[in-house]
T-cell receptor, first 113, second 114 residues
Framework: DQQVKQNSPSLSVQEGRISILNCDYT??????FLWYKKYPAEGPTFLIS?????DKNEDGRFTVFLNKSAKHLSLHIVPSQPGDSAVYFC????????????FGGGTRVLVKP | EPEVTQTPSHQVTQMGQEVILRCVPI?????FYWYRQILGQKVEFLVS????????KSEIFDDQFSVERPDGSNFTLKIRSTKLEDSAMYFC????????????FGEGSRLTVL
């Protein structure tokens, strides 16, 4: 299932710098997009979301950008902190499918002190 | 902070055996889900459950799988006759609302089928 794709399996960034995670999707029925964060031995934790009627949503250090025409979204974390080291999953859902989420493969972020 | 709890954290079983994975969703949540992640693969949707019935299921969720909410707190996933390819991390999740995608996940139950 390649409907949601995260092309970068890993990302290394210096503490204090910006982390940019990217995600592409193919299904134009998707109308809600989310980022989840996952630490080892834990379940995914909701981080931030964006509806398809918006192009930006900000929550503290986290901002999600949506480019519908390109079917692309990105997550910006600034400034990055060591505690942000985790796997980040992009996910998408379609209103007609309730909360059935389609996940990307994840990007492992390592924030170096 | 309320959380979704899952038991067991790890279960090892022989192929062909029945397995029941248990979950206690957050108490005021109305929607319940099972997802799984096979090692090295994506997190995949299995089933959603609302008002004591399945609201949606994936093609993975065949006749070998069933879900139940036997009482007011537990939500279970049963695999009747496990196969090697059922080995995965199984995540239970719950949500207050539908159509927002904001799910609260448990820590997962690792199933190993030998």
């Amino acid at each position: 299932d390649q409907q949601v794709k995260q092309n970068s399996p890993s990302l290394s960034v210096q503490e204090g710098r910006i982390s940019i995670l990217n995600c592409d999707y193919t299904n134009s029925m998707f109308d809600y997009f989310l980022w989840y964060k996952k630490y080892p031995a834990e379940g995914p934790t909701f981080l931030i979301s964006i509806s398809s009627i918006k192009d930006k949503n900000e929550d503290g250090r986290f901002t999600v950008f949506l480019n519908k025409s390109a079917k692309h979204l990105s997550l910006h974390i600034v400034p990055s902190q060591p505690g942000d080291s985790a796997v980040y999953f992009c996910a998408a859902s379609a209103k007609a499918a309730g909360n059935k989420l389609t996940f990307g493969g994840g990007t492992r972020v390592l924030v170096k002190p | 902070e309320p959380e979704v709890t899952q038991t067991p954290s790890h279960q090892v079983t022989q192929m062909g055996q029945e397995v029941i994975l248990r979950c206690v969703p957050i108490s005021n949540h109305l929607y319940f889900y099972w997802y799984r992640q096979i090692l090295g693969q994506k997190v995949e949707f299995l089933v959603s459950f609302y008002n004591n019935e399945i609201s949606e299921k994936s093609e993975i969720f065949d006749d070998q799988f069933s879900v139940e909410r036997p009482d007011g707190s537990n939500f279970t996933l049963k695999i009747r006759s496990t196969k090697l390819e059922d080995s995965a991390m199984y995540f239970c999740a719950s949500s207050v609302r539908v159509n927002t995608g904001e799910l609260f996940f448990g820590e997962g139950s690792r199933l190993t089928v030998l």
